[in-house]
Each structure stands twice: as C-alpha cells, then as structure tokens.
Nanobody, 129 residues
Framework: QVQLVESGGGLVQAGGSLRLSCAAS????????MGWFRRPPGKEREFVGA????????TYADSVKGRFTISRDNAKNTVYLQMNNLKAEDTAVYYC??????????????????????WGPGTQVTVSS
C-alpha cells in the first residue's frame, strides 16, 4: 500500500512560483508512474502532468505546458511539481497520484484520474491576481 503526502502549497501572487512535493511511503516508488492533478474551486479534478517511472518521459496539460515541470528523486521517494509564472486560474487543490501497475509507460490513461490507484490528500495553491 502506497501512501502519498503533498506539501508546498500556499498563497502566491500572480507571476510567482511554487514547488510542490509529494512524498511516497509504503511501496515501491521508483517503478511507478506519478501524476499531478488539481481541482479548481467548483470544478472537476483535472490533469496537470505525469512522469513515467524512468523519469525520462513527461506529459502536461496544455494549460500548464511551458510553465510547470515535474521531476522525481527516487532516492528520496519524492516527486516534485515546479510551478512558474502562476496565474489566478491555477488556484486549486493539487493532488499527486501513483499508478499501481509498475514499469508502465505513459499512455492515454496517464491523463485520467481513474488510471491512478493511490492519492494524496492534496495541498491548496492560491494565486492572487
């Protein structure tokens, strides 16, 4: 059983940056695809980005492409989401998630919440304009 805990959220002005962390425990982190999702106020959960188990491949939502970057440190069992040039519309609760199936490549399922088996409780990011 994998446990995930996000941290690093907070209040930031538009144009600013934040780095979210997601610490994993209780399972084999290094073999898992990791995803980031967010739930804006009053909206459904949406895909932000994902990184495969090798750390060599990533995919991002168009809305964050060029501004957000995912990285991982398998030695620390941690995945990161670096968020730059933040906008008011980035305000949301941010969640990290892990796929159960090990050594899986990024695929069309990587952008769907239903493809992930483990979730963190989320961390709030608020961007003031």
């Amino acid at each position: 059983q994998v446990q995930l805990v996000e941290s690093g959220g907070g209040l930031v002005q538009a144009g600013g940056s934040l780095r979210l962390s997601c610490a994993a425990s209780g399972g084999t982190f290094s073999s898992r695809t990791m995803g980031w999702f967010r739930r804006p106020p009053g909206k459904e959960r949406e895909f932000v980005g994902a990184m495969d188990w090798t750390g060599s491949h990533t995919t991002y939502a168009d809305s964050v492409k060029g501004r957000f970057t995912i990285s991982r440190d398998n030695a620390k069992n941690t995945v990161y989401l670096q968020m730059n040039n933040l906008k008011a519309e980035d305000t949301a609760v941010y969640y990290c998630a892990a796929r159960l199936l090990p050594y899986s490549d990024l695929d069309e399922g990587s952008i769907r919440p239903g493809s992930y088996d483990y979730w963190g409780p989320g961390t709030q990011v608020t961007v003031s304009s």
